[in-house]
DNA sequence: CCATTAATGAACGCCGAGTCCATATAAGCA
DNA sequence: TGCTTATATGGACTCGGCGTTCATTAATGG
């Protein structure tokens, strides 16, 4: 008797019936709503009951898959950006870190994703769940990648042996952030490049 | 007929009745009360009900004075840790830097604020109102007072005069909140002190 | 084709946000 | 000093989201 039977346009999932349902597809419009939710209207907008309705799944089936709404929002947003995880290496160590840094700015400033990042940083503060997803997936990754770039740096002579790589990405992107976070100062693509240069160089007369 | 003159032993203040009361001793109440909770419990705790509840004060109040959460939590920190702001120079701007950094990073991970300073942040990501008191002032007198001493020692002609003195607070500060607000590495002083470092020799080869 | 299994959806209780209105008290005035 | 007025106050109220429980229904496998 329940003649729904409506074809699905684009976006919006139609309201199925009750019962089992294949878990992959689930999956995918709750990731697929999750992720448009969270770059149209913000973590302040991106609630479980909002996801279930905007997903057409319930609050249980979100509940079971995911421990907190941050972790939820996590993997909406990786679904929505499809980060591509690379650090090019020419043998130019400067012009591979300035380029490097110059895209992570033109990221957090130039596309709704530096909100978004800023958000997801600010909600793992208060989320255990978030935080340890945030840095195992997120920030942990992508850390050891530039690391990796400085070592090889090193051994090719191009960096001081006694500089701790793992410091050098916090100067770098850890002052992107800061800009992020706590914007009393724009974040610009030139910004960038002097951040790269003053560690190369040192400030010191 | 109201026989209510109780002492008030310690921190637990006593119900009074209805009506206007000197605002200054409300006002008083509540942030004590709000600083005393948001160190105890932390900013997931730190709730209007539960603050006006601990105040012995009405949400009325909070809401009349306090344009958000995020702003009352961050009146009851000022209110609690009573921050000291200077940034002394005995013309040794490399000691003088590392020691400030020090200090900092031993504030973040030493003492139970840097926790509160994280939440604060965090919730500053999705609290319009907070973000703009926390930059006014937090931020925004402490990256003041950096810069001041960093153009002195550039006056000085200690530090080259082309580098930015407000990029250099990035590269300081914001390695710290870096490491604060994405604990993938830990927050040293040792850390404090070779961001310095790095900065004034410079890392290439 | 049917029985088993397991995800689903709706409803429920709880809690905190933010607002409204009658009230009691402090402040102002005679 | 005594009264009036102005205003902060407190409790009640609505609203919305959280997180859970339980009967239901469809997918799965023999």
Redesign the pocket.
């Given at each position: 008797m329940t003649a729904e039977r409506e074809a699905r346009p684009t976006g919006a999932p139609v309201?199925?019936?009750?019962?089992?349902?294949?878990?992959d597809e689930?999956r995918a419009e709750v990731l697929a709503a999750a992720g448009a939710l969270l770059l149209r209207e913000g973590m302040a907008a991106f609630?479980?009951?909002?996801v279930a309705q905007e997903a057409?799944?319930?609050?249980?089936?979100l509940?079971?898959w995911w421990p907190?709404?941050g972790t939820l929002a996590l993997d909406g947003y990786f679904h929505a950006v499809e980060s591509t995880l690379a650090f090019p290496d020419t043998g130019d160590i400067r012009a591979d870190l300035t380029a490097q840094v110059r895209a992570f700015v033109r990221l957090l400033a130039g596309t709704s994703a530096g909100r978004v990042i800023a958000e997801l940083i600010g909600q793992a503060q208060t989320d255990p769940a978030l935080s340890a997803a945030l840095l195992e997936r997120y920030s942990g990754p992508r850390r050891d990648l530039a690391v990796a770039r400085l070592r090889r740096a090193q051994e090719q002579g191009r960096l001081r042996a006694d500089a701790d790589p793992r410091i050098l990405v916090d100067q770098l992107w850890g002052a992107c952030y800061h800009r992020l976070l706590l914007p009393n100062e724009p974040l610009t693509e030139e910004f960038a490049a002097r951040l790269v240069d003053n560690l190369l160089r040192g400030v010191a007369a």
């Open positions: 309201r199925r019936g009750r019962g089992r349902r294949p878990a689930v609630t479980i009951e909002r057409a799944v319930s609050k249980t089936t509940y079971k907190s709404r």
